[in-house]
């Protein structure tokens, strides 16, 4: 039997889907889905910081950053994915390299925050990413993780799970989430919650986060760091 190796499956998918990807990612950072993660970011990281765009795809995320005055690199999967990224930051200082963010080339404690869009949804484990976040990020470092709600597309690529078929999309809800991160050294400070239309006009204001949650098409959680200072040094 063939044996499945998520990495390269990946790759394949996403180098597949770089065109369609590329040609709707701006409208989602600017006005779509995703318009209001940048300015989120910029209330809880310090311009000029270090910061990893964790699965950055054709890297329009990472320009908003590099714009806003962050030093970025951006990490992906798939090799159609960086060359767009790398075409589009070539004014900017953000520097781009293939990868599996499963399994990062980085020192730890070497980068201030990360970025997740999306992304730890397509890793095999979504744990093992948390942790190397956790190993590259300082102590009270923060990371910005964005999870698909319930309320976004259905995930056609994680159907065939319950076939007991292996796939790349490892779906998640937010507030599953939220619970392993907090259970691995994790602690939430803020949280944006992302909305279709016809959910936006439903009073929400009275309601607990986790229904809040139930209805989002995306939740964005800021987290800290709680690794004690020292840890991992000589």
């Not at 699965?55 to 990490?75: E, H, R």
């Not at 993780?145 to 998640?172: D, W």
């Not at 987290?223 to 200072?229: R, S």
Request: glycine share 8%.
């Amino acid at each position: 039997m063939k044996t499945f190796n998520w990495s390269a499956e990946a790759e394949k998918l996403w180098d597949k889907n770089s065109e369609s990807w590329n040609s709707k990612s701006r409208e989602m950072w600017e006005e779509g889905s995703r318009k209001d993660i940048v300015s989120f970011f910029e209330k809880h990281i310090n311009k000029g910081s270090r910061v990893c765009d964790l699965g950055c795809g054709d890297g329009y995320g990472s320009y908003k950053l590099a714009l806003a005055g962050y030093n970025v690199t951006g990490i992906d999967v798939s090799e159609e994915m960086i060359h767009k990224a790398k075409a589009l930051n070539a004014d900017t200082c953000a520097e781009f390299i293939k990868g599996d963010i499963s399994c990062l080339s980085f020192e730890e404690n070497s980068v201030d925050a990360v970025l997740a869009i999306n992304s730890l949804e397509w890793t095999e484990s979504p744990l093992n990413v948390l942790k190397e976040m956790q190993r590259i990020v300082k102590p009270e470092g923060r990371a910005c993780i964005g999870i698909l709600g319930p309320t976004a597309a259905p995930r056609v690529n994680s159907y065939r799970r319950l076939y007991n078929e292996k796939v790349i999309c490892n779906t998640m809800m937010p507030w599953e989430f939220e619970a392993l991160a907090q259970e691995n050294g994790w602690v939430k400070i803020d949280e944006l919650g992302v909305y279709k239309k016809a959910s936006e006009q439903l009073p929400k204001g009275s309601l607990p986060v986790n229904l809040k949650q139930s209805l989002s098409f995306m939740w964005v959680f800021m987290l800290e760091n709680m690794k004690q200072k020292g840890m991992g040094e000589e």
